[in-house]
């Protein structure tokens, strides 16, 4: 069982997001994972820790839209073929 937990990691505090209202910092991360995928050509392996910093932080549901978004076309954050 403890060798589950030391492999449970969270993303770390970010002085850019002080306040007990975390959904700045997941919007964050979940566009950091976009950049990633963008700057690694799509590459999911490549950008796995960015997507789980994102995933520790964000609601499920959040990240499940944003896919579905980015899969539509129409997501409001970092896009692909910029």
Same mark, same amino acid.
């Given at each position: *069982?403890?060798? !589950? /937990? &030391?492999?449970?990691?969270?993303?770390? @505090?970010?002085? %850019?997001?002080?306040?007990?209202?975390?959904a700045?910092?997941?919007w964050? @991360?979940?566009?950091?994972?976009? *950049?990633?995928l %963008?700057?690694?050509?799509?590459?999911?392996?490549?950008c796995?820790q *960015? @997507?789980?910093?994102?995933?520790s !932080?964000?609601?499920?549901?959040?990240?499940e %839209?944003? &896919?579905e978004?980015r899969?539509?076309g129409?997501f409001s954050? /970092?896009? *692909? &073929? &910029?």
């Amino acid at each position: *069982m403890s060798s !589950i /937990i &030391d492999l449970i990691k969270t993303t770390p @505090r970010s002085a %850019k997001f002080p306040t007990v209202n975390q959904a700045p910092h997941c919007w964050n @991360r979940y566009n950091e994972w976009v *950049m990633c995928l %963008k700057t690694a050509g799509g590459e999911e392996e490549a950008c796995t820790q *960015m @997507r789980q910093l994102a995933a520790s !932080i964000c609601p499920v549901e959040w990240t499940e %839209k944003w &896919d579905e978004e980015r899969e539509a076309g129409n997501f409001s954050g /970092i896009k *692909m &073929d &910029d």
